[in-house]
């Protein structure tokens, strides 16, 4: 199973090496999105997490228990739907199918649920109608 | 000979009187199918269509009102995007395409084209501030060397949306052979054929609905931009002299229109600023074309269904930069509305770059407009090159 969360790190943990021990001790694989680390600040990873579905939910629980804030991010991934002209040019490189043509309407759908948060609709989309905030 | 005749002021007084019927391209194919060209020719008076995709070749002619001491600009800047300042003292020509004067470009490829000409003239057409800069070498009329100041376009005393070329009779589907990811106008193309994209309107775009322009010349009104517009000429590349179905329409490019319209009554939903990653930046343009019905052929002409209407997929990664003319095969726009296309047998999905929701949107609009006798039709004083390939 994979998914993609924000990992939100305070003042009191951003230094621990948290990461490592969900690959060590959860046989996780995970690939960094985004890193934004600001030392004695708050912090945050976008995080793609793969593995067992025992195991992930294991981890996520470890990351929790460390005072890190796990989001799925899904809910970050927006329509602008005021510029949203349902072109369509977006469903050309939406790997998930979260931005699908509905027929014979002929508009574009875009369903959160199915959203990975990769950002590839970001530049794809012309007018700029998605936007992906963390 | 035609059965039917009606001209565009008999229509008009129709029009005047709230008598005209008036349906959309999409409502037609339905009932010249029930009744019959000649039927239909008698009931219905105009039909209306519709496109909104990104259009190269727009722009605006801005006069910016004369500043304290006078300028002479000879270089302008829109929020950083340049604009063409050698026409006149204050007027200038902002191009679509024109990006920021700092912008990276695709220095790292594929840009992204955030802000150009076409952003402007959306900030414009919303009423927000656009900063101005105008440089000049001074005369002794115009003594200013530099003005800087932020407008609304309601400051401005004229702006003219003027675009060149517009409303492309018919287009290339893009498709890209070679084994990389390619960023071209015609979207993102993947490799090794993953996908095919298209940008009409197909059955309700404006020039497939004439295909021989017999209604459509010099002086025809058509929604542009949210409001009124004109053809006032045909667009740089028109070229009807492309291959031709039997039914008349156009098997690739085809006809274009020169159209202008005044901004200031223009809306930001129907003229958006669009950056096109690793290419540029343009302006969707809503433009909508009302076709009076003054005889059978023009019914016949105007039922025309996505499947009837063929378009070229072109190779971008090599045949399209190259200029070869090749094509790998004719597609219709039925199956590329569908969302799949056979290529050499092979299924490839289908990706539209124009919007044909919005495309309906602007036919229910004028078709609204005209049936509320709100808006009458223009009588052409000047027909298209073209025109005379109609045979009867
Ligand atoms: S590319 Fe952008 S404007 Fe077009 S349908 Fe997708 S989200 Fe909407
Ligand atoms: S971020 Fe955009 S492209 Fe990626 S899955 Fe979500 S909707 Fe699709």
Redesign the pocket.
Same mark, same amino acid.
């Given at each position: 199973m994979k998914n993609t969360y924000v990992l939100h790190f305070d003042t009191t943990n951003y230094d621990k090496p948290i990461v490592y021990r969900l690959i060590r001790d959860y046989d996780l694989v995970f690939n960094i999105l985004k890193a934004v680390i600001l030392p004695k600040q708050e912090s945050y990873l976008v995080m793609e997490i793969d593995g067992d579905v025992r195991q992930l939910e294991l981890g996520l629980h470890y990351l929790q228990n460390q005072g890190v804030q796990v989001d799925p991010v899904t809910k970050n991934v927006h !329509?602008n739907e005021e !510029? #949203?002209?349902? +072109?369509?040019? +977006?469903t050309a490189i939406c790997p998930t199918g979260a931005?699908a043509i509905e027929r014979p309407s002929m508009f574009?759908r875009f369903d959160p649920d199915k959203c990975s948060a990769c950002g590839l #609709?970001v530049t794809? +989309? /012309? /007018?700029r109608?998605?936007e992906v905030s963390f | 000979m035609a059965a039917v005749k009606k001209t565009i002021r008999e229509i008009n007084e129709r029009i005047r009187k709230g008598e005209a019927v008036v349906v959309t391209a999409e409502e037609m194919i339905g009932i010249v199918a029930d009744n019959g060209a000649e039927d239909a020719a008698r009931h219905v008076d105009v039909v209306t269509t519709g496109t909104f995709s990104p259009m190269c070749s727009s722009g605006a002619f801005l006069n910016l009102g004369h500043a304290k001491p006078r300028i002479r600009a000879s270089k302008v800047w829109l929020n950083n995007v340049p604009a063409c300042g050698g026409i006149a003292a204050v007027d200038l020509y902002l191009g679509a395409t024109e990006p920021t004067e700092d912008d990276p470009l695709n220095k790292v490829h594929p840009g992204e084209f955030r802000y150009g000409g076409g952003h402007v003239i959306e900030d414009l057409v919303a009423g927000r501030k656009v900063h101005v800069y105008l440089e000049s070498y001074g005369t002794a009329c115009y003594p200013n060397k530099v003005v800087e100041k932020d407008v609304v376009l309601a400051d401005l005393p004229q702006a003219i949306l003027c675009n060149p070329r517009n409303c492309y009779q018919n287009y290339n589907c893009g498709i890209n052979l070679s084994d990389r990811t390619i960023y071209t106008y015609m979207g993102i193309l993947r490799p090794n054929g993953g996908n095919v994209t298209f940008s009409s309107a197909g059955q309700l775009s404006p020039l497939l609905n004439d295909p021989y322009y017999r209604t459509i010349g010099l002086g025809t009104r058509i929604f542009l931009g949210g409001a009124e517009g004109y053809v006032t000429w045909y667009g740089t590349q028109h070229n009807p002299a492309v291959p031709r179905g039997e039914n008349g329409v156009v098997r690739g490019g085809g006809g274009t229109l020169f159209v202008m319209g005044d901004l200031k009554k223009m809306s930001p939903r129907w003229l958006m600023g669009v950056s096109i990653v690793g290419y540029g930046c343009s302006l969707a343009v809503g433009i909508g074309i009302p076709i009076p019905i003054i005889d059978e052929h023009m019914a016949r002409f105007t039922a025309v269904r996505d499947d009837d209407i063929f378009a070229p997929v072109v190779d971008y990664s090599y045949d399209y930069p190259m200029g070869t003319g090749n094509i790998v095969q004719e597609v219709s726009y039925g199956e590329l509305r569908r969302g799949t296309v056979q290529i050499n047998g092979r299924k490839v999905p289908a990706v539209p770059l124009s919007s044909y929701s919005r495309a309906r949107e602007i036919a229910e609009t004028l078709k609204t407009w005209i049936a509320n006798g709100m808006f009458t039709l223009g009588e052409p004083q000047m027909p298209l090159p073209g025109s005379e390939l109609f045979g009867g």
């Open positions: !329509r !510029r #949203c002209t349902h +072109c369509g040019a +977006c931005l574009v #609709c794809a +989309c /012309p /007018p109608a998605m | -």
